[in-house]
């Protein structure tokens, strides 16, 4: 589990900046505000440069790369009882592990999920996923992955000193494959 802050936990602005013999350079901006007294929100941007890889013999390995990513997050407190998080982030990367002929690496994720207190014992979460991540590799390989996911749970205590959590689960998959003819996954 990846667990991330709320909007509310991360106000003002933020920035951030690097840059080295390896690392080129570094850039982040972040930005958390509020909508009345119930909504929370923020807004961030990154990017980074990566020079080449050394090799033991002090050679560069021809494999520089770049990324940008950028997304926001809403947090409205609907009732004392209830919330809900709605997040999405996108990216843009070159990875070139070969060197010469830099990967596409693109992707989208968004994210919504419900929570409710029945009580201090007791807790309701539903959540929904979307992800596409595609790679176009430059020499006629390339992939499209959509993930869509569905999770639920309930949080209870019983008893004095055991806490309870049973959920269910769904996640589907559609993977799409421009094979090689030489380098192939099959079934596509």
């Not at 050679?59 to 609907?78: N, P």
């Not at 494959?177 to 099959?186: C, H, S």
């Amino acid at each position: 589990n990846i667990i991330t802050k709320k909007a509310s936990e991360t106000q003002g602005v933020y920035a951030e900046a690097a840059a080295g013999t390896e690392l080129r350079g570094l850039g982040t901006i972040r930005y958390g505000g509020t909508i009345g007294d119930r909504l929370s929100y923020r807004v961030y941007g990154t990017a980074f440069k990566r020079d080449n890889t050394l090799y033991r013999d002090s050679v560069e390995a021809d494999d520089d790369w770049q990324m940008a990513q950028g997304g926001m997050r809403l947090d409205w407190d609907i009732t004392e009882k209830d919330d809900l998080t709605f997040q999405a982030n996108l990216y843009d990367g070159r990875p070139d592990p070969d060197g010469g002929a830099p990967v596409v690496a693109r992707g989208t994720n968004f994210l919504g999920r419900w929570n409710h207190s029945a009580s201090a014992d007791s807790d309701v979460q539903l959540q929904v996923f979307v992800d596409q991540t595609w790679r176009h590799f430059r020499n006629g390989f390339a992939e499209n992955l959509r993930t869509y996911d569905f999770e639920g749970q309930h949080r209870f205590h019983a008893g004095d000193r055991h806490e309870l959590i049973y959920g269910v689960g769904f996640r589907a998959m559609d993977h799409d494959v421009n094979n090689l003819e030489l380098f192939a996954f099959l079934p596509a």
